[in-house]
């Protein structure tokens, strides 16, 4: 995995093209039950053996999106006592953010890493 932020000039744009889509493919859960984690998991297993960026971008979202899951599981149990509510608003704004960043910097060739992520997968 890269772990500079400099964008990588060895990279084709079918690898960057990848990456992004593994960020993007988490926005699927909005039309698709549990589609912010299949998206990236369908990236992962499709690009694992061809792409080492676009794997490890898949990875990375997959487990941001594990991680916002059990985040929303707690924000909806901590609904029961009102503060679940905001912070399931709070979650849900910092997941669109974070992804469209994350994506972003797929396209432009860099790798990077969610704050705040348990790593599941690696």
């Not at 998991?41 to 794997?55: E, M």
């Not at 608003?89 to 432009?108: D, F, H, N, P, Q």
Request: aromatic share 10%.
């Amino acid at each position: 995995m890269n772990t500079t932020n400099a964008p990588s000039s060895s990279l084709s744009q079918e690898d960057r093209n990848w990456g992004m889509i593994a960020h993007l493919s988490s926005l699927s859960g909005f039309l698709i039950p549990f589609g912010s984690v299949l998206g990236p998991l369908i990236v992962y297993l499709v690009k694992r053996d061809q792409s080492s960026f676009a794997t490890d971008c898949a990875r990375e979202a997959l487990n941001f999106n594990i991680t916002v899951a059990i985040g929303l599981v707690i924000c909806l149990c901590l609904s029961l006592v009102f503060i679940g509510i905001p912070l399931m608003i709070a979650l849900g704004i910092a997941w669109l953010v974070l992804t469209i960043v994350a994506a972003v910097r797929a396209s432009e060739g860099t790798q990077y890493r969610y704050p705040a992520t348990i790593r599941f997968v690696k």
